[in-house]
């Protein structure tokens, strides 16, 4: 009987063995497996039912929230003096994307379009879009910048022509019209008679270029060769590089479309990605770790240097001819028109910007941009992109509209891309990427853990047995030499 609790003993310290070599191998083969999950979902695929909707139909949902710079003093500003403005909204639409025209070819690269619409949220916003507000007319404050250097007499003209249009230096309309376009006698007569000269070719709106609009012609790469290329502009409408800055370095196209980055980031990682709507390549900047309902995330954010002029951060040179820090001139993609985009109500910005306009109050929370990424899938789990419109302004004689406005960059709305993953693509994703790794690793340890517990028990139960053993042999060998001595003395 002690025979076989020994052998099975034995057993036990065997597959105990086993275990704890199973649990080991798993420790390494599970992350693995994992990992090698993960380039599979991650690669652009149809055959990824999940991860190929989400990149093309993007089904979390996109906001975008408008804030507008009201100009309280708009006659005072034509006397010189320094403008003052409050900030009214937001005026939320919801934004749909969906990308169309879907062509995968064979170097492992896919071109798409995609489309943008949007849709006015009254219940989210803080007014309708009938609001009235007031802004600097970019139609006459834009082009008399742009018409400086043109000879007096034709400024004189183009002064008449405002008048003939009743176009003055301010505009004070509803939100929906500021938007998405107003009727314009000017703009009608530019469209005639000088076609090209504006962006669009119907009304005249801040955004009227946006909706129902697409981004271009975008080529990325599938991954299907090298996950690590997965998401990356190969081409934008057929280029390669820019035409619109000042150096090669400047009109790289970088990174990927800005929506899904490459897996398996680092904190030395960074985001690069082109941005059709800023004419540029961005990149943004590892900031801290946190979490989301459960999920890991890297929080990135804009460095300084991105708006930086080229005196503070020489690559930026070719973004120029610059002004203060803390804006991009982006005149070279507009028609022109002296704009500059910035952080909302400057942040981040050269703090001299905030003496010229009265009633800005920047802050990080507020006004900064971050996008909180999953880094070892690459997949954005809550987005803000946060950006302000600029329009440079000043005094140009013969074009009396301009009165006498000081040289100032007035900021005229800015605006919020925001989204987050939520519903039941948030809970595929936290059980795929959450719950199953940590049952996986739980795993590994519970079988190291019952391995070594085995081997112990399995240990401890041989040791008694053979101790036992040991005992009953040196008992009954006693016994004996017992029996033997009694029998000597009962022969002698």
Not at 307 to 322: H, L, M, Q, S, V
Request: aromatic share 12%; net charge neutral; hydrophobic share 40%.
């Amino acid at each position: 009987m002690a025979v076989n609790k020994s052998k099975v003993a034995v057993g036990f310290i065997v597959a105990g063995v086993l275990t704890v070599v199973f649990g080991t191998v798993l420790s390494f083969v599970g992350p693995l497996i994992i990992d090698d999950q993960i380039v599979k979902n991650t690669v652009i695929d149809p055959k990824n039912e999940m991860s190929y909707t989400m990149w093309k139909d993007i089904p979390v949902p996109f906001f975008m929230s408008v804030y507008f710079f009201n100009v309280l003093n708009p006659q005072e500003i034509l006397k010189g003096e320094k403008p003052m403005v409050e900030q009214r909204g937001p005026y939320v639409y919801r934004k749909r994307c969906q990308k169309d025209n879907i062509t995968f070819h064979p170097n492992n690269t896919v071109s798409y379009r995609e489309y943008r619409q949007y849709y006015f949220e009254p219940s989210m916003s803080a007014g309708s879009e009938s609001d009235v507000v007031t802004i600097p007319n970019m139609l006459v404050l834009g082009a008399a910048v742009m018409m400086e250097n043109l000879p007096y007499a034709v400024r004189l003209m183009i002064s008449a022509t405002f008048k003939t249009f009743k176009e003055g230096p301010f505009l004070t309309k509803t939100v929906g019209e500021l938007m998405w376009g107003y009727d314009s006698g000017l703009v009608d007569f530019l469209n005639k008679y000088l076609p090209g000269m504006l962006p669009s070719t119907g009304k005249f709106g801040l955004f009227a270029e946006f909706n129902n609009s697409n981004t271009g012609l975008f080529t990325i790469f599938t991954g299907q060769d090298d996950i690590r290329k997965v998401h990356r502009v190969d081409s934008w409408n057929g280029l390669t590089e820019l035409s619109n800055w000042r150096t090669p370095q400047c009109n790289m196209i970088n990174g990927t479309a800005g929506q899904m980055w490459p897996p398996f980031m680092t904190k030395e990682t960074t985001l690069p990605f082109y941005s059709p709507d800023a004419c540029r390549s961005m990149e943004l900047v590892y900031q801290r770790p946190g979490v989301m309902k459960g999920i890991p995330l890297y929080r990135y954010v804009a460095p300084k240097t991105l708006f930086a002029n080229g005196t503070d951060y020489a690559p930026n040179e070719g973004f120029c001819p610059c002004r203060q820090s803390g804006l991009l001139n982006v005149s070279s993609c507009r028609h022109n028109s002296p704009v500059f985009i910035s952080h909302p109500h400057f942040y981040n910005a050269d703090p001299v910007l905030l003496d010229y306009v009265q009633g800005l109050s920047p802050n990080e929370e507020e006004h900064g941009l971050f996008i909180d990424i999953h880094p070892q899938t690459g997949v954005p789990l809550n987005v803000s992109i946060r950006l302000q419109l600029n329009l440079y302004m000043k005094r140009v004689s013969g074009i009396t509209e301009t009165g006498k406005i000081s040289e100032v960059v007035m900021p005229m709305i800015w605006f919020e891309e925001s989204g987050y993953i939520d519903g039941p693509i948030l809970t595929t994703f936290h059980t795929n990427l959450v719950v199953l790794p940590a049952v996986m690793e739980y795993m590994q340890y519970g079988f190291i853990a019952l391995g070594l517990a085995t081997i112990l028990i399995a240990a401890l139960v041989h040791h008694r047995v053979k101790a036992s053993r040991k005992e009953s042999i040196k008992g009954s060998h006693g016994h004996e030499i017992q029996e033997k001595s009694i029998l000597n003395n009962s022969e002698k």
